[in-house]
């Protein structure tokens, strides 16, 4: 299938591993110019390299990095100093750390909302406007199955992402909507990815379990009896960037291999 955003560029942010590059990926393999970001330079440049071969010197595509902090004032001026004008944005920050709400702090507090929830909403701000000048835009927020069933120790996640959830609700309702501009939030479930392995180790090292045992449990309660890949992410992600999801906007899209048991 044509996706038809060949040509575009996106925005895409963690875009050295895990569901950041499957999104990345996926991009450019339907012809979209990725402007990657990450924090770890040598990380970046090796992803980013390794895509520029998958596409081959024939290829048109763009493939860019910043090594910057998104999360960070300067982080956000020094990749809108490099490119200003965006199609395609895809938010994503590294979780906050799991833990017990009684040991978390202010500073905590702010630390998470700041990540998972202002970074977001400034590259919103920073890019909105022009998409609606233009007449196309997608905006796609990557945050957790945790909004729609939030889990005790992901406190710090399920309070940010929460406040970004309702932020998009009415800002995808906005007139962008009617400007060519789509915003929606990607809700991934347990995902193969290095997120996922650090998670199952602090486990381990609080209970004593082996690692691979947790792993099992957590599979179990899954009724695909797996994880995620970030290709499957990655093709979803590229889909709602693409003309043909353009009648989806303001959508909580849940990918979790079944695992929420509600209707709704």
């Not at 090796?46 to 595509?61: I, N």
């Not at 209970?207 to 009896?225: F, H, L, M, S």
């Amino acid at each position: 299938m044509d996706l038809a955003i060949a040509g575009k560029w996106a925005l895409v942010c963690g875009a050295s591993r895990g569901l950041g590059l499957g999104c990345t990926q996926a991009l450019a393999y339907e012809g979209v110019n990725v402007f990657m970001v990450a924090r770890r330079s040598d990380v970046l440049e090796s992803a980013a390299a390794e895509l520029r071969a998958q596409l081959g010197p024939k290829s048109a595509v763009q493939v860019v990095t910043c090594a910057q902090d998104i999360t960070t004032e300067a982080g956000r001026a020094a990749v809108f100093a490099s490119h200003a004008d965006f199609d395609i944005v895809i938010t994503n920050a590294g979780g906050p750390p799991t833990g017990n709400f009684r040991d978390w702090d202010r500073a905590d507090w702010i630390r998470a909302v700041d990540a998972n929830m202002l970074t977001p909403i400034a590259l919103i701000q920073a890019t909105v406007d022009g998409m609606a000048a233009r007449g196309y835009g997608r905006i796609i927020n990557i945050t957790s199955s945790a909004v729609k069933a939030p889990i005790d120790t992901l406190g710090l996640s399920n309070g940010a992402r929460s406040g970004l959830t309702g932020f998009v609700a009415g800002l995808a309702r906005s007139p962008i909507a009617a400007q060519g501009v789509t915003v929606n939030n990607l809700l991934p479930g347990a995902f193969d990815t290095d997120r996922l392995k650090n998670i199952f180790q602090t486990a381990s090292q609080k209970n004593g379990q082996e690692v691979e045992a947790i792993a099992a449990q957590r599979r179990k309660g899954i009724p695909a009896q797996r994880f995620g890949l970030p290709d499957e992410f990655g093709a979803v992600c590229a889909f709602l960037c693409s003309p043909l999801a353009g009648y989806i906007t303001g959508q909580n899209i849940l990918m979790d291999g079944g695992a929420y048991a509600g209707t709704f």
